[in-house]
């Protein structure tokens, strides 16, 4: 809401108007200032003119606030930071219903504008428009114009008891952190349409200050690519769902934040999986992985697939024994040994082979669905006999263990 437009409402001439934002969020409250203390930037603040000069010397305000004086303020009235503060020639109650009854305007307007908001995503996600100019045009609607980058950004908040009012707070919190951008709501996740100018990947964003935000609300967020063709915004809001899903069981708490190309090979396999299980009738998709990296498990103690685990932090820390064991909090010749021990068992190469580091990847994801997400227990038997020793590509001088 503009400060202007608000004194226009006011009855009674404005006798002075020190501007710090004209432009302002609409207040959760109007409150009358009757003691010094901490202005919050969310409440509109009334005040009698005869008391600011005792009252806003000793007033705070970190986020700004705004001050309406029902009378003449004397020129020595002064307070320690920048502030909205107004003197009128009206009485103090004749303030408060104006302000109150331009309050309440402003919502009636938002609450409009957030459900044709809210429709019109629902539009772009639902009906995936044939057309880009379609799609293009319902965006060249939205409240707040999408700058020449964006990316969709979804969050969802812990599904317990209180979650709806949690739920408004925590839009209220993220519509101040994202003020420039669009936010709505779809299928029980909060929808942030986040645009930036210039293009970068990752795309930009506030990552200390949301993640901190959904740490207060036990809440966690997917991010989209970036893009600039706001004729995807369905595709990047599907790329921000699966990082989200997926997130959550990579990380598992780790983090709150994931971005879809930290997620993305995770992310492709739940794909795979849910395509296969809906063309084929089965949810073995352990068949889809290498029977190479697959057997490497057969011989980890107590089926706890270290082996594999050591692997895959191998190939994804540029084969490094070092930053291996320092991210499995291990000695570096215990990786050393792992690494030869699988080498041994395979008869492949894993540092030289590019190939088949990318199977390994492929398969340890499709480990990751099935037990985690579809919470099945891994059962290799079928795929091999303790006696098969065909299932992997054995290299001559090696000895199968």
């Known amino acids: 809401m503009l400060l202007s437009e608000l004194c226009n409402k006011i009855p009674g001439r404005v006798l002075s108007r020190r501007v710090h934002k004209d432009d302002f969020g609409l207040p959760e409250l109007i409150m009358f200032l009757d003691r010094p203390g901490a202005l919050r930037s969310d409440v509109l603040y009334l005040l009698e003119a005869a008391a600011a000069e005792r009252i806003l010397p000793e007033c705070t305000a970190p986020m700004g606030s705004t001050v309406i004086c029902a009378g003449a303020l004397a020129s020595s009235v002064s307070c320690q930071v920048n502030i909205n503060l107004v003197a009128v020639e009206c009485d103090l109650f004749a303030v408060y219903n104006a302000a109150a009854e331009f309050v309440a305007e402003g919502r009636r307007n938002n609450s409009l504008a957030a459900d044709r908001l809210q429709r019109r995503f629902a539009s772009i996600v639902e009906e995936n428009f044939p057309s880009d100019y379609q799609v293009d045009t319902i965006c060249g609607t939205f409240p707040k114009h999408i700058k020449s980058s964006y990316c969709v950004i979804c969050v969802e908040s812990e599904d317990a008891p209180g979650r709806a009012v949690r739920d408004v707070q925590m839009r209220s919190d993220l519509a101040a952190l994202f003020s420039e951008d669009n936010i709505t709501v779809y299928d029980n996740d909060t929808i942030i349409i986040h645009s930036y100018d210039g293009f970068t990947h990752p795309p930009i964003l506030p990552l200390e200050e949301l993640s901190a935000l959904l740490t207060k609300y036990n809440a966690c967020a997917g991010v989209s690519n970036g893009m600039r063709k706001t004729a995807q915004m369905r595709m990047m809001y599907i790329l921000a769902k699966k990082a989200l899903e997926s997130g959550k069981v990579l990380f598992d708490g780790a983090k709150n934040v994931f971005f879809y190309d930290d997620?993305?090979?995770?992310?492709?396999?739940?794909?795979?999986?849910?395509?296969?299980?809906?063309?084929?009738?089965?949810?073995?998709?352990?068949l889809l992985g290498s029977p190479i990296i697959l057997n490497i498990i057969k011989h980890d103690p107590q089926g706890k697939r270290e082996l594999l685990e050591t692997l895959f932090q191998y190939v994804v820390?540029?084969?490094?024994?070092?930053?291996?064991?320092?991210?499995?909090?291990?000695?570096?010749?215990?990786?050393?040994n792992r690494i030869s021990l699988i080498e041994e068992i395979t008869g492949e190469q894993f540092s030289k082979d590019g190939m088949l580091q990318a199977k390994l990847l492929l398969t340890y994801y499709a480990i990751q669905y099935y037990t985690r997400v579809w919470n099945k227990k891994l059962v290799l038997s079928p795929l091999y006999g303790d006696e098969d020793a065909s299932a992997t590509r054995k290299k001559p001088g090696k000895k199968q263990q």
């Open 263 to 286: 997620t993305m090979l995770f992310s492709i396999m739940s794909l795979a999986a849910v395509g296969y299980e809906e063309q084929y009738g089965s949810d073995d998709i352990i």
């Open 317 to 336: 820390n540029g084969r490094s024994t070092s930053k291996t064991a320092e991210a499995m909090h291990m000695h570096r010749n215990t990786v050393q």
